[in-house]
């Protein structure tokens, strides 16, 4: 029934909320408005969130410079990622 649904439904958001609290918790956040400013990281300890004030264009750039430096970008999910860099 439409009850049992959406019980399901809240248990499975709920998983998936803690599991990317998990992740964030386990990583140190840096805001970073530029490509260079990755290289500065630590991947197993630090992500990076990129600022809103930056444009597609660069956005793009610092996706693909995190992903060679194993970097996790912790404010884009990786379905957009991949839309970002047309996967």
Do not use: C, F, H, W
């Amino acid at each position: 029934t439409l009850d049992r649904y959406l019980t399901k439904l809240r248990e499975v958001v709920n998983q998936a909320g803690q599991d990317l609290a998990t992740v964030r918790r386990d990583l140190d956040e840096t805001l970073k408005k530029a490509e260079k400013e990755l290289e500065k990281l630590d991947p197993k300890t630090q992500g990076a969130r990129i600022a809103a004030t930056v444009g597609k264009r660069k956005r793009i750039e610092i996706i693909k410079r995190a992903k060679e430096l194993g970097i996790r970008i912790l404010n884009i999910s990786e379905e957009k990622q991949k839309e970002l860099l047309g996967m």
